[in-house]
């Protein structure tokens, strides 16, 4: 690939949204998804797309604008997380994010076509994180390639800021909801987080909001989903390197 040194840009294409609160990507070989939401009250809605590289991956054709996934037209979907992965002849897609309108945190699942195309709703807006979200959490999502299970990580701010946390263990396609748990009660409106998955554990890293807000807290979930781990970060831009 040449990273796009030589993309023509389409100048006259557009997301097709009326006020675009958040948007996802994701890539598997020469294939790319895009999901993007909006806060338009009346017209609020998000979009899913399927994109294939050309031979010398240097233009993509997209398809879909696949619509209509809300029920109720007040719903936002905002602050998300994508992830994309190979099941069967085809592909599961899986969307987590905040509802700003209904201040709670929720998960979608679609089936996509070999050729990355959407093909169905296997789970559509499910609720679970469902307490004082409030609009500004973010959301992550990622899998565990060896078993394909998925963990949810959920910065929730507002009136009961804390670091949410499930585990969904993969089981015939399926992903049968676990137990939602508080892995850290935050001081103060938070900050976006980071997150990755090593094989082993779940690592998070974030800022509580005011209190500490120069040293960043990182905790590791098990992939068992049995012990959190708060690990010692550098302790300022001038401090020491902790353990």
Known sequence: TNRGASWTEN??????????????????GDKVWMASGTLEASNSDYKIWAGNFNASRTAITWNGGWSNFWGPTSDYMIMGGMLVHAEGSGYKMHLVFTNRWYDDCRYSRFTMLSNGNYSSTDVSNSQWDTSGVESTGFSNILIDPATKDIFFVHLRNGSSPSLMFQKRAYTSATWPAGTVRTLYTCNYYSSEIRTAFDGDRVVVA????????DTPIILERDKADTTTTTRTPPSGINGSIGS
Do not use: E
């Open 206 to 213: 974030f800022a509580d909001g005011t209190v500490n807000d």
């Open 11 to 28: 100048t006259s294409a557009t997301q097709g949204l009326y006020f675009p609160a958040n948007t996802c990507l994701y890539t598997i």
